[in-house]
């Protein structure tokens, strides 16, 4: 990300008063938009791909979490984990799947969309853990 998308994001945190995202789990619509429009670049999203992500509820929790949790860099984070999470719907499914070794860490599979700079530990462990 570049001084300018840094500049930006910060500017809308503070526009947003961040205080809401830790409070509620809720991302400002205004940060949600600007990540949405990185990954639809990042992507080449269509329209109809870039309709669904910014609807699906799963790629904005993920995106909350650092943002909410107060992380150190939280756009770095969100962006990162949100890459992830495309590239194994996108066809890296079979580096994901649940192997058996899974059954003894629920965890293990989520350890690369897991990784916070900082934050509240409450916080992220509360996001990790909801039902989406």
Not at 7 to 33: D, G, K, V
Request: net charge negative.
């Amino acid at each position: 990300m570049n001084m300018t998308n840094l500049a930006y994001i910060e500017n809308l945190m503070e526009t947003e008063q961040n205080s809401t995202l830790t409070n509620n789990l809720e991302m400002p619509e205004s940060i949600w938009n600007y990540l949405v429009t990185e990954m639809r670049k990042v992507f080449r999203f269509s329209r109809k791909e870039t309709k669904w992500f910014k609807s699906c509820k799963t790629a904005k929790l993920i995106a909350t979490i650092p943002f909410a949790a107060g992380c150190d860099e939280p756009e770095r984070t969100a962006i990162a984990h949100l890459c992830i999470y495309m590239a194994e719907i996108r066809g890296f499914q079979k580096y994901y799947a649940h192997l058996p070794s899974d059954d003894a860490d629920l965890f293990k599979r989520l350890n690369f969309i897991s990784t916070f700079e900082g934050g509240n530990p409450n916080v992220i462990e509360h996001g990790m853990n909801l039902p989406y």
